[in-house]
């Protein structure tokens, strides 16, 4: 039985590329309009398993994501690296002199300004999703318009690549997480890396100290991402990954964190997919 996985667009899309190479070519995917929708079917149990970006190395971190998963009951168990290459496609037959307007996700077109500052004549214009603009196209016979996406969208939807690799910069990677309904806490000896919540109260040393366990039980912090708490002015989350060699020094500073920190909360424990 082909397994079905949440993803925020349709098929063509980033999200669909990363739910093949993460768990096979006969996936099935069941696409949702935005990530609150993909996060509702998986609080309500409609599905299983879904796929979130969270950080692009360009663009930076989605913020809406990390509180989409706070709050809500959803677990992390894994997570995809992808080189994201950016396309100018439309209908065929055309040249990118009668292309007037773009459209696409905003973040794919903040990683090609540079391309469009040559074109001032064309339009950008954001979207939800950029294989979703690649079909509109295709379907409405679109011409003047092109679209910013893979190019498995442009193969899906028969459009015409105008120009290839239009990223500014050439080493653009966007990271996705693998979130879950149910929870799943892999062997122990496989988890290397974990995404932890917590809060401070705004005095003197506070981090420094979350900082200094941290160093001491020998694990690695590779990523910190703060978000302001609406109702307490100047009180912050953070939402922090580490990586570490063995499940028990990990397991270690958790403990001393749950101390430390307010509303200590373990997002997800899985295995590090940049090795």
Same mark, same amino acid.
């Given at each position: ?63 809406? @994501?990390?509180? #989409?998963? =706070?709050? !809500? &009951? +959803? ?106 309904? @149910?929870?799943? #806490?892999? =062997?122990? !000896? &496989? +988890? ?84």
């Amino acid at each position: 039985m082909k397994k079905e996985i949440a993803i925020q667009g349709i098929e063509g899309s980033f999200h669909h590329q990363v739910a093949k190479e993460y768990f096979g070519n006969e996936v099935l995917v069941k696409s949702c309009d935005s990530f609150p929708e993909l996060i509702q079917q998986l609080f309500e149990g409609k599905i299983q398993q879904g796929i979130m970006a969270i950080e692009n190395s360009i663009a930076g971190s989605i913020l809406p @994501n990390y509180a #989409l998963i =706070d709050e !809500n &009951k +959803v677990h992390i168990i894994g997570e995809h690296y992808i080189p994201i290459h950016m396309n100018l496609m439309a209908l065929k037959g055309q040249n990118i002199n009668d292309i007037f307007e773009v459209r696409s996700h905003p973040i794919a077109l903040l990683q090609c300004k540079d391309f469009f500052s040559n074109y001032p004549h064309i339009k950008l214009v954001e979207d939800n999703d950029t294989a979703d603009v690649a079909r509109f196209i295709s379907e409405e016979k679109k011409k003047g318009i092109a679209a910013v996406a893979s190019k498995t969208a442009a193969s899906i939807f028969g459009l015409e690549i105008l120009a290839g690799g239009i990223h500014t910069v050439k080493n653009n990677a966007t990271r996705f997480l693998i979130l879950s309904s @149910n929870g799943h #806490l892999e =062997d122990k !000896n &496989k +988890v290397d890396k974990a995404s932890l919540k917590f809060e401070l109260d705004q005095k003197h040393g506070n981090l420094a100290s979350v900082l200094n366990i941290l160093n001491d039980c020998n694990l690695d912090l590779t990523k910190i991402q703060s978000l302001p708490i609406i109702d307490s002015p100047w009180k912050y989350s953070y939402f922090i990954d580490v990586t570490f060699k063995t499940y028990s020094e990990y397991q270690k500073a958790k403990e001393i964190l749950e101390i430390l920190t307010q509303e200590l909360k373990i997002l997800g424990e899985y295995k590090n997919g940049r090795l």
